[in-house]
Structures are given as structure tokens and as C-alpha cells.
């Protein structure tokens, strides 16, 4: 039996086969289609991608998965069922001028797709399972986004451009939570590689595969469990202050902009904020650059250095960390085996992810354990593959 601090994957069939026994049990009828969505942990490259730099995060093993069959009604019918309990919405078809962002708010993620789809949307049924954790920072949001928009191609039968998919999902993330999110977490979740990393130019939307050494070192994500608001205020301001750098420097994104630049906007004394906010990104793209050479060599040392200055300037320029993500990281670098730990994704809370020589994963455990004020929750990211119709 795992120690109920371990999260462990359900699987594809078995989240299958519950949510088609759900959906049986709602709607009195099996589905005729499938999908599935994995969430993701981003390794290095946060806050940069709305700034048109470089990310490189995998896929997880945690899915979400949709079922669903056409209900010959002009309504979407969906049922949800997650670690936060079964939760049920219905909502007009896009073509009806009535599909709005409302409540229930877990919704506006379904909605959100359901407007963005290209074709006609004719109304359905569905059931949306999944086992990954929520506002974890593992990107739960863009997971039930792209398995709704990949049951959709399974229920008309059309096969959508990947990164078209990936950004009508972003865009649906915009206009129906309202939260103006980079392309990072819908692209990955999308393109995922089973074990690889995906190293995203948020620019030219191309990406690179770099394989995951394998062997004895592995990726653990430590979920804190504490969730300070992201949604909020903080993550729009952040692009903000990232976008008005930009402009400050006459370049369409901080992308173009050099570490020079940074010593300009410091000599023009420029805010602060912005200031700081714009050394990250500068850096950041720089480290994720490496980072992505560094593992390709197997060069884990490095790798692990990357990861240590990257929480750095996460936590003291960007200002996205919090005291728990902190301890964790710290925690960690004191311990043999372990190469590198940062924060990852949006931050104020959700997860930190570690590279680990497998040999050390339990003792690692043992200690943050001990000496965390939280309760922690540990899960192997072993890198999975994106989405996916499924047959059923
Ligand atoms: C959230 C957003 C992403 C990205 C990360 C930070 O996960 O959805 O687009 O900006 O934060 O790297």
C-alpha cells in the first residue's frame, strides 16, 4: 500500500471505464466517444511564455478524461467528478447566441471550448473524469480543456491542426475563466511526448522533442497542497509588468531583449517592478535554453544548477513563490542525490519539482515529511504522452 502522501496514477482504462459507467448511469446510455488529457510539470521556463520565450515541460501520467455521446437537444449536458466531488452543468450550444461564462465556474472551461470549436457543435452529453490533483500548478485547467475539445473532434469526426487546438484552447481559457494564460500548459498537454520534454519556442509556436534520460534519476513533484490566488489579481499583473518592459524597449515581447537591456530600463530607472519582472524573463529564456542542451548531453549537474537559479529569480524578481514552495526547494538542496528543485508553473502555491537520483527519492521524502510545515503530496512525473482519442 502507498503512504497516503503518494499520489498514484488511475490509468487510462480504469478512468475510462468509470466515467462510461457514470455516464451510463446519468444519461441512461453509453457514449460513443473518448478522450483523454494528461496534465503537465513545466522542468524549467516559468512566466516566460507570455513573453514568447522558451518552456520545456512534460507530460504527466494524470489524466482527464471525457466521455460523451450526441443528445439530440440544442443543451450540453456535463457531469464532472473529481477530487472535488461530482458536480453537474448544462449550457446551450454556441450556434443558439446564448453561450456565456457563468456558473457553475468549473464550467466556463467546457463552455470556453465548446464556443472556440471550429465546425458546428450539435448539443451532447458528457462525463469528465480525471485524477489529477486541482489547483496543484499541474495544469488541471488546460487538461479538461483539451480533452473537451479532443471528445469534440471525436464526436464530429475531424482531426484539428495541433497547435490550432492548443490555442483555441488558450483562447478559450481567456475569454471564459478569464484567465489570460501564455500557451505553455494547452501546447504541452496537446504535444505531449512519452518520455520527453518538449521544448516549446512560445515565438514561432515550434517545438523540439529532448529525450528524458533514463535510468537511475527521475522527476518527483511535490504538491504543497496551498493554493494563494493566481487567478486573481497577481498573474495578469505579472504580464503586465512583463508587457510594459517590452514596450519601454520598443520590442513587440521581452523575448528580443538581452540582459543590456535590463541594465538600460535599471539606467532609465524605470519601476522597479517592471525592472525585476524583465531580468527573469531575460534569464529565464537563457536558462531554458541551456537546460534543454544540458539534458540532451545528460549533464544532470547542470541541469540541476539551472533549476536552483531558476527558483531564485522565480522567488526574488518575479515574486511568484511563497514561504511553502520555498522550504520545499530548500529542504531539498540539502539532501544527497538530489540535483535540482524550483518552483513550477504559476506559483503562489501548487507544486515544486525535483530531480532526484532514484536511490534518494525515499530518503528526500523522509525529510520533507519531517520538516514541512504543510501536508505534502509526492508524484512521480514520469513523462507521458498528450492527448489522444480513445476507443471505447
Ligand atoms: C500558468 C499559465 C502558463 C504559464 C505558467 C507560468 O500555468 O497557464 O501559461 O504562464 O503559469 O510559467
Given amino acids: 500500500m502507498p503512504a497516503p ?13 468509470r466515467a462510461c459507467d457514470i455516464f451510463v448511469a446519468t ?15 513545466n522542468l524549467i521556463g516559468d512566466h516566460v ?25 440544442s443543451s450540453c449536458r456535463v457531469v464532472s467528478v473529481s477530487d472535488s466531488g461530482r458536480q453537474e452543468a448544462t449550457f446551450p450550444i454556441p450556434s443558439s447566441g446564448q453561450l456565456k461564462p457563468g456558473e457553475p465556474a468549473w464550467s466556463n472551461y467546457v463552455k470556453g471550448v465548446v464556443a472556440n470549436f471550429p465546425g458546428t457543435v450539435k448539443g451532447f452529453d458528457a462525463v469528465i473524469v480525471s485524477d489529477l490533483p486541482m489547483g496543484a500548478g499541474l495544469s488541471s485547467s488546460a487538461s479538461v480543456e483539451v480533452a473537451t475539445f479532443t471528445l469534440l473532434e471525436a464526436l464530429a469526426g475531424s482531426n484539428v491542426d495541433p497547435v490550432k487546438k492548443a490555442q483555441l484552447c488558450q483562447k478559450a481559457e481567456h475569454e471564459f475563466p478569464g484567465m489570460p494564460c501564455g500557451i505553455m500548459d494547452q501546447y504541452i498537454v496537446t ?5 520527453h520534454a518538449l521544448l516549446i519556442d512560445c515565438r ?9 534520460p533514463h535510468g537511475d534519476t527521475g522527476i518527483l513533484v511535490i504538491n504543497t497542497n496551498v493554493k494563494h490566488q493566481l487567478t486573481g489579481s497577481e498573474y495578469p499583473q505579472r504580464r503586465a509588468q512583463c508587457q510594459k518592459a517590452a514596450e519601454l524597449l520598443g520590442f513587440p515581447s521581452l523575448r528580443d531583449a538581452t540582459s ?3 541594465e538600460d530600463l535599471k539606467r532609465r530607472k524605470c519601476d522597479l517592478d517592471v525592472i525585476r519582472r524583465a531580468q527573469h524573463v531575460v534569464e529565464e529564456i537563457r536558462r531554458t535554453e541551456e537546460c534543454a ?19 531564485e529569480t522565480l522567488r526574488d524578481l518575479m515574486e511568484v513563490s511563497c514561504p511553502e514552495l520555498d522550504q520545499l526547494v530548500a529542504i531539498a538542496k540539502t539532501v544527497d542525490g ?16 525535483i530531480l532526484v537520483k532514484n536511490a534518494a527519492v525515499e530518503h528526500l521524502k523522509r525529510r520533507i515529511l519531517s520538516e514541512y510545515k504543510g501536508t505534502p503530496t509526492f508524484l512521480v512525473a514520469v513523462p507521458s504522452d498528450g492527448a489522444r482519442k480513445l476507443n471505447i
Fill in 5 to 17: 502522501t503518494d499520489a498514484v496514477s488511475t490509468g487510462e482504462t480504469s478512468l475510462l471505464r
Fill in 204 to 212: 514561432s509556436l515550434e517545438s523540439t522533442q529532448v529525450p528524458i
Fill in 27 to 41: 444519461f441512461k446510455r453509453s457514449a460513443t466517444a473518448a478522450a483523454a488529457a494528461p496534465g503537465r510539470v
Fill in 338 to 353: 538530489v540535483y535540482g528543485a524550483r518552483m513550477t508553473g504559476g506559483g503562489f502555491g501548487g507544486s515544486a519539482v
Fill in 293 to 311: 542542451k544540458s539534458l540532451r548531453v545528460g549533464d544532470l549537474e547542470r541541469v540541476g544548477e539551472l533549476f536552483y537559479e531558476s527558483h
Fill in 49 to 73: 511564455d507570455y513573453c514568447e520565450g522558451y518552456v520545456l515541460p512534460v507530460a504527466l501520467p494524470f489524466l482527464t478524461v471525457v466521455v460523451g455521446a450526441h443528445n439530440d437537444t
Fill in 260 to 262: 543590456e537591456h535590463v
Fill in 191 to 195: 504535444m505531449g511526448k512519452k518520455d
